[in-house]
């Protein structure tokens, strides 16, 4: 099961950076992937990771702020986020991929239990 550790309260135009150690089955996924959910939203795609190639792939709320990244060895994945916004408050989750769609929560069957991030205006 996946295990996320770095979120916190940050102020407008902050930085953090997210952390998810996979152990067990998640470990036979071939992509990991960051999403998160905001109080009565939908849970939103935000980038993923090949776990063998190390090509990052990314959603429209990430590009351009949001890094991922991953350690092959500890077998951790990060997501570096920078210029941070109040709309980017939410539950932060990583999660194993199976198959199908990268974008899709759907296609994850391996998921952290979260970690909140609040950002601060």
């Known amino acids: 099961q996946p295990v996320e550790s770095g979120g916190g309260s940050v102020q407008l135009g902050g930085s953090l950076r997210l952390s998810c150690t996979f152990s067990?089955?998640?470990?036979?996924?071939?992509?990991m992937g960051w999403f998160r959910q905001a109080p009565g939203k939908e849970r939103e795609f935000l980038a993923a990771?090949?776990?063998?190639?190390?090509?990052?792939y990314y959603g429209d709320s990430a590009a351009g702020r949001f890094t991922i990244a991953r350690d092959y060895e500890k077998k951790i994945v990060y997501l570096q986020m920078n210029s941070l916004k109040p709309d980017d408050t939410a539950v932060y989750y990583c999660?194993?991929?199976?198959?199908?769609?990268?974008?899709?929560?759907?296609?994850?069957?391996?998921w952290g239990q979260g970690t909140q991030v609040t950002v601060s205006s």
């Open positions: 999660a194993g991929h199976s198959d199908g769609d990268l974008r899709l929560d759907t296609s994850y069957p391996y």
């Open positions: 990771i090949s776990w063998h190639y190390n090509s990052p």
């Open positions: 067990g089955g998640s470990m036979s996924s071939s992509f």
